[in-house]
């Protein structure tokens, strides 16, 4: 049904998966390159994206009792200085600024990558009795980091996030934020994105800068390659000490706070397009889609017929439905390709044959099934519809990761397939950080997390040979 | 009731305003500074009412048909220069950065400070044809300008604030949606923040950078200095000739589009204060409070009493009340105190001898009054006393600026008023930019706006004495 002009301008996915990611990002209007190196222009329908993402996730922020605060964009470099691995990992790559108006700064500012040491500053002002704890701040805001190459929402100088930033009393409480917060990015990717995700912990090599663990949320793209999607870490008290962070305990004793930061990106609007997308543009899960359904109106001049879609609209919209209608005078199947480009998950046609019998025809995103819907209790069964096509997703994108989950139980195994198929490789690790450069030197392959769920696959690192400790995710990253 | 250790911090109004101010924004911990020179941090307590704004004000822009997109944050130097008269307006006061990562830049960037030039670029590329317009964009951002002095929310060298950018076929059209957006403004103070405003034009010499024409909503502080408290500008095709923005009309032919931007930013919440507040703290409009209603149990120990205080609290919320309950165990003097800081429109006490009688008790935060509640229909009597609040509170206000406008009708009385009676002043004017400059020399008062509300006060300009030509009001700003 699909018009061919349109369609014949994305690349197959298969053909060249880049290309086809990039066609993808233009055609459907989500970003756009700006006159800034590595810097993007989210479009309206990308940003829409981005918007229902924020929504959904700040509501759980808050409901887990987070409050939301704005730091400022920039840090002295004294500031960047005060915690050893941080500065380290950071400082190459940030932007810095050394001229304000006419004037050539004394102490020069970086445009923040990340914001742990501007919460610690304001933590280490407001922060004085363990009544003050815990904090449990977060922020929307954008941050830069200096990369050399750059893909929309994948890679990017500039990119949106979310930053939460917490103090606690003890250890343990961190520790449970951590965790907490890891599977806030877990469920949400599954119940709003439709995105299965491996969770579990970062290699010391793969840690956050600063932190005493990182934990991870990894997907798998269509391509076989990793996204990291989320992170939480752990970071003891360590930027406390740094920042001198301490509150007076109930006995009236001096004691550091411990802390926790984690974070989720516009990186995953790429995971979106790479997990669920086809030959025909953009897929999107129906709890996040801007518009969750379009409606088409055929031979919209016969009378009633606009009346009649324009109805229907007001009653899906009345359920609480993200609704479109397409009355333009464009060709039918030029409106087709142009939804299915832009992942609306449900089209619905309605014509005059189709009043008569008192019905609208649906077709799903997903799978392109085609099915009368009565136009009796009509938003139910939309709703039904969307709720089976997020499920669809879900489980398609379940069945593609195991698929290309891959099991290595010696290094001959791991390089084969690291080679021939791109996708997870399970296999055992002895836990030394040389070993786990050693593979990435060989197969260009990076460990991807010690996944919480542990498997027994052999006795024996992959590599080394030595006494394996912990079973990792290994794959290629984007 | 108040407790007196929480009151006796706060500086008096009368006796020195600015430090009223400075004591608000940290005692009712809107804000606390940063380790950046003029740049602020925005506690949970600010951006909850920022965000309450943002709420409103974006519904509003998106039922206009206004779409929400992400510039990048940089501006190379040379696009900032395209337009002449805005670059001349804004290059000194930016933020450069010159070095990304360990590599110095071939070309600065600026930090934006407003994104006009982002937009224009980002036109040129996605508008080719009329079917292409108009483009109806805002965007929800930060924006640096290299300020000397700073104070929270008035001054800083960050301020968050929305932009919008549209572009429109004809002159009409882009007339139209400047002043569509600045009775948005409008609009949106009276009936969110009870702020009453002046709405009109800025003369030639306070017109923005750039802009063919600007307009302002000005609203008048406690001390009788005058705000402004958004703008709107209509760019004629000024930008569209240095960015080359065409699109080809129906009859094919090439033609400039017609722009214009509006914003408002984090200033307003100074507004709030200074306009609202008393001696007590902040006073907080009813519908961008993050707590409208305070609930204090009283005898919190004698049984039901806390059951019964949370069973109200979930009557209000289902009402769509933003309410918290204090149960801690402070003083009821302490609490009373330290919500009256933080301008919670109501208080509501509930104690065994209430529960008794069916009742609550209510303080409201604009006049004092206190009055006994029925707990049957609670929730409608306390919106209707919240919508009670609000219609007195802009009462209030538009009483107090009435009361410090004043009229000018020759040069003496101008310059007493000045110096004397800090407020509005109605004077009439010639039109020249010499005389509107030799006024601010000599008095340190500056035109606010060319009301559209024009009055014949004299027929000549009250400085010069020339034939006037317009009413205009003048005064003290921040």
Same mark, same amino acid.
């Given at each position: 049904m699909a018009d061919k002009k349109l369609v014949e301008q994305i690349t197959s996915m298969d053909e060249d998966f880049a290309q086809w990611y990039t066609d993808i990002v233009k055609k459907a209007e989500l970003a756009d390159y700006s006159g800034v190196r590595g810097c993007m222009v989210i479009r309206p329908y990308g940003y829409a994206i981005w918007e229902n993402i924020q929504k959904n996730l700040d509501a759980i922020f808050k409901k887990t009792g987070h409050e939301n605060v704005c730091m400022p964009m920039f840090i002295p470099e004294s500031l960047l200085q005060k915690e050893k691995d941080h500065v380290e990992g950071f400082a190459p790559e940030v932007a810095w600024v050394t001229h304000g108006g006419q004037e050539e700064l004394a102490e020069r500012l970086c445009v923040r990558p990340t914001s742990e040491t501007l919460f610690c500053d304001h933590y280490s002002n407001v922060i004085q009795s363990y009544r003050d704890l815990p904090k449990l701040y977060n922020q929307w805001v954008s941050v830069v980091r200096w990369e050399k190459t750059s893909r929309p929402f994948l890679r990017s100088v500039e990119f949106l996030w979310q930053e939460g930033?917490?103090?606690?009393?003890?250890?343990?409480?961190?520790?449970?934020?951590?965790?907490? /917060?890891?599977?806030?990015?877990? +469920?949400f990717c599954r119940d709003y994105l439709a995105i299965p995700v491996v969770m579990g912990q970062k290699t010391d090599k793969e840690r956050f800068a600063g932190a005493k663990a990182t934990y991870?949320?990894?997907?798998?793209?269509h391509d076989g390659k990793a996204l990291q999607s989320g992170t939480s870490h752990n970071f003891g008290d360590g930027f406390a000490k *740094?920042?001198?962070?301490?509150? =007076?305990?109930? +006995?009236?004793?001096?004691?550091?706070?411990?802390?926790?930061?984690?974070? /989720?990106?516009?990186?995953?609007?790429?995971?979106?397009?790479?997990?669920?997308?086809?030959?025909?543009?953009?897929?999107? $899960? $129906?709890?996040? *889609? $801007?518009?969750?359904?379009?409606?088409?109106?055929?031979?919209?001049h016969k009378p009633g017929v606009l009346d009649r879609a324009n109805a229907l609209k007001e009653e899906l919209e009345n359920a609480g439905?993200?609704?479109?209608?397409?009355?333009?005078?464009?060709? $039918?199947?030029?409106?087709f390709a142009e939804?299915?480009?832009?992942?609306? &998950?449900? @089209?619905?046609?309605?014509? &005059?044959?189709?009043?008569?019998?008192?019905?609208? /025809?649906?077709? @799903?995103?997903?799978?392109?099934?085609? *099915?009368?819907? =009565?136009?009796?209790?009509?938003?139910?069964?939309?709703?039904?519809?969307?709720?089976?096509?997020?499920?669809? /997703?879900?489980?398609?994108?379940?069945?593609?990761?195991?698929?290309?989950?891959?099991?290595?139980?010696? #290094?001959?195994? #791991?390089?084969?397939?690291?080679?021939?198929? &791109?996708? #997870?490789?399970? *296999?055992?690790?002895?836990?030394? !950080?040389?070993?786990?450069?050693?593979?990435?030197?060989?197969?260009?392959? !990076? =460990?991807?997390?010690? &996944?919480f769920e542990q498997e027994h696959i052999a006795d024996t690192c992959v590599h080394c040979g030595k006494k394996a400790t912990k079973m990792v995710y290994w794959g290629k990253a984007y």
């Amino acid at each position: 049904m699909a018009d061919k002009k349109l369609v014949e301008q994305i690349t197959s996915m298969d053909e060249d998966f880049a290309q086809w990611y990039t066609d993808i990002v233009k055609k459907a209007e989500l970003a756009d390159y700006s006159g800034v190196r590595g810097c993007m222009v989210i479009r309206p329908y990308g940003y829409a994206i981005w918007e229902n993402i924020q929504k959904n996730l700040d509501a759980i922020f808050k409901k887990t009792g987070h409050e939301n605060v704005c730091m400022p964009m920039f840090i002295p470099e004294s500031l960047l200085q005060k915690e050893k691995d941080h500065v380290e990992g950071f400082a190459p790559e940030v932007a810095w600024v050394t001229h304000g108006g006419q004037e050539e700064l004394a102490e020069r500012l970086c445009v923040r990558p990340t914001s742990e040491t501007l919460f610690c500053d304001h933590y280490s002002n407001v922060i004085q009795s363990y009544r003050d704890l815990p904090k449990l701040y977060n922020q929307w805001v954008s941050v830069v980091r200096w990369e050399k190459t750059s893909r929309p929402f994948l890679r990017s100088v500039e990119f949106l996030w979310q930053e939460g930033h917490t103090a606690h009393a003890t250890a343990e409480e961190a520790q449970e934020e951590t965790l907490r /917060m890891l599977n806030v990015y877990a +469920d949400f990717c599954r119940d709003y994105l439709a995105i299965p995700v491996v969770m579990g912990q970062k290699t010391d090599k793969e840690r956050f800068a600063g932190a005493k663990a990182t934990y991870t949320i990894e997907s798998l793209m269509h391509d076989g390659k990793a996204l990291q999607s989320g992170t939480s870490h752990n970071f003891g008290d360590g930027f406390a000490k *740094a920042f001198n962070i301490q509150y =007076s305990n109930k +006995d009236n004793k001096l004691e550091y706070v411990h802390q926790t930061s984690w974070g /989720m990106s516009t990186r995953i609007i790429g995971a979106i397009i790479m997990v669920h997308g086809d030959d025909n543009g953009l897929i999107l $899960p $129906p709890n996040i *889609a $801007p518009v969750q359904v379009v409606i088409v109106p055929v031979a919209m001049h016969k009378p009633g017929v606009l009346d009649r879609a324009n109805a229907l609209k007001e009653e899906l919209e009345n359920a609480g439905l993200r609704v479109k209608i397409d009355a333009s005078d464009k060709m $039918p199947g030029w409106k087709f390709a142009e939804y299915e480009m832009k992942g609306v &998950p449900v @089209r619905i046609e309605i014509g &005059p044959r189709d009043i008569e019998n008192n019905q609208c /025809m649906s077709a @799903r995103r997903d799978n392109g099934e085609k *099915a009368a819907i =009565s136009l009796d209790g009509v938003a139910d069964s939309v709703k039904a519809l969307l709720a089976d096509i997020h499920n669809n /997703m879900l489980a398609k994108a379940t069945k593609l990761r195991d698929e290309k989950t891959y099991t290595a139980t010696n #290094f001959d195994e #791991f390089t084969s397939i690291a080679e021939n198929k &791109p996708g #997870f490789i399970k *296999a055992m690790w002895c836990g030394d !950080t040389e070993c786990e450069e050693a593979i990435k030197d060989k197969t260009a392959v !990076t =460990s991807r997390c010690i &996944p919480f769920e542990q498997e027994h696959i052999a006795d024996t690192c992959v590599h080394c040979g030595k006494k394996a400790t912990k079973m990792v995710y290994w794959g290629k990253a984007y």
